[in-house]
């Protein structure tokens, strides 16, 4: 690769690195839903977007939009996005990538003429966080998120439609939200945040399918007692239920081939070390590419749950939190998609995604696909992720072979 390319791809690993630096927490990179340091991302990317010659917006769901013009009126539209909001501790790359290398795809354009114009899209909220449901910046903008879903509250009680007024957005102006009608397809750059290519030794993936995905809290309601005087058989130990709970969840995990199952949350209460915890409340997430398997999993680990208390008095609460079924990518922009890393000269495999990403909500509404990149390591949600100058100039680079294919390629025409 000449040295500019190798200089585009520096710049957009700065730029994400530069995003990283707006954090809630200093020394970290967490990002939540509408938290003040989103207010600096989306004034840094509305400088980079303007520069590149789009106009920006932001909806009002905290989406932030740059739209590049083909110069053709009524010309379809291509949307490129990925999200802007992290998990706790985060690394600089997740979600981020995919909009920085959107903006960089229409600075690669500046004297091209496309027969399509080019909406990048920062999704405001994709991990759920802060109010425990994911996905409400896609949601938004294909027009399912529902008026219930505003009320959900965060830790401080402050529900979804609060935290959009005190950003200074309109929940009332969310059907505005809405994709244009003119959307005709959607393109996703992520990294894979896994360690498959990284084991094939290739820079970029196309992403076939997403595995589905069901995300609960599990409340273990016991009763909190005296750790010197109570007697072992007197006890309703909820720490004791949960315990026994979260192994055997790793132990059906590891049993059932393509199953991960993960319990990444833990607040034990009154949370002191001679008091019997009174109350346990956990988070189970399940993945599989198969829903029937995983619905399956669902059934056996909560009954798991229910025998765990039961024997010990303990009570059991259960609250969905994500019920997301296994999405397929369009085949034939997937096909597109793989033709143009060839032509890029990159060896690409399929592969199904083991996160979730916005391309399963945009997928019904538009067809979608994904590119992913190799993820050094194989690691992710953790300060060490990273991603390589050489993957960030592949995936541009098959990105100008992707827009010259579907130049001439019948999706585009889905809305004339
Ligand atoms: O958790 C996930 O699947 C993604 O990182 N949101
Ligand atoms: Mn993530
Ligand atoms: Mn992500």
């Not at 530069?18 to 509408?34: S, Y």
């Not at 509250?153 to 957005?169: K, P």
């Not at 059907?175 to 397809?185: E, G, H, I, K, V």
Request: overall charge negative; glycine content about 8%.
């Amino acid at each position: 690769m000449t040295g500019t390319k190798r200089d585009g791809a520096t710049r957009i690993i700065a730029r994400c690195r530069e995003i990283a630096t707006h954090t809630e927490v200093p020394g970290e990179i967490t990002r939540r839903f509408l938290t003040p340091p989103m207010h600096a991302v989306h004034s840094l990317l509305r400088q980079w977007m303007e520069a590149a010659g789009m106009t920006v917006q932001v909806d009002a769901i905290g989406n932030l939009r740059g739209l590049w013009l083909s110069g053709i009126p009524n010309a379809p539209r291509l949307i490129i996005g990925s999200h802007l909001d992290t998990v706790p501790n985060a690394g600089a790359f997740d979600g981020i990538l995919g909009v920085i290398l959107g903006v960089a795809v229409v600075e690669q354009l500046q004297q091209r003429q496309l027969p399509f114009s080019i909406e990048v899209i920062g999704f405001s909220e994709e991990e759920g966080v802060r109010f425990s449901k994911a996905f409400l910046g896609s949601l938004a903008v294909v027009g399912k998120l529902d008026s219930e879903t505003l009320q959900l509250t965060d830790e401080h009680g402050i529900s979804i439609a609060e935290a959009i007024g005190n950003y200074g957005l309109d929940p009332a102006q969310l059907p505005a939200a809405l994709l244009s009608r003119d959307a005709f397809a959607y393109l996703e750059f992520h990294i894979e945040q896994g360690p498959i290519l990284e084991s094939e030794r290739a820079s970029l993936g196309i992403v076939e399918a997403l595995v589905g995905q069901t995300r609960m809290q599990l409340l273990f309601g016991g009763q909190s007692n005296h750790a010197g005087t109570t007697p072992m058989l007197l006890r309703h130990d909820a720490m004791a239920a949960a315990a026994e709970w979260i192994v055997a969840v790793e132990e059906y995990a590891n049993s059932h081939q393509g199953l991960v199952a993960t319990v990444g949350k833990l607040e034990a209460s009154p949370g002191a070390g001679n008091v019997i915890a009174g109350r346990v409340k956990t988070s189970l997430d399940i993945r599989h590419a198969d829903d029937n398997i995983r619905h399956a999993a669902v059934d056996a680990l909560t009954q798991i749950a229910k025998t765990a208390a039961t024997k010990r008095g303990v009570t059991l609460t259960l609250r969905t939190e994500m019920e997301q079924s296994a999405v397929p990518l369009d085949l034939h922009l997937t096909a597109l998609l793989q033709t143009a890393a060839t032509k890029a000269g990159f060896h690409s495999n399929r592969m199904t995604s083991g996160a979730g990403h916005d391309a399963m909500i945009l997928a019904p509404t538009i067809p979608s696909t994904m590119l992913f990149l190799r993820s050094p390591g194989g690691l992710s949600h953790h300060p060490n992720e990273a991603v390589l100058p050489q993957d960030v100039e592949a995936a541009l680079v098959t990105a100008m072979e992707f827009l010259a294919l579907l130049s001439n390629d019948k999706t585009k025409d889905r809305h004339a």
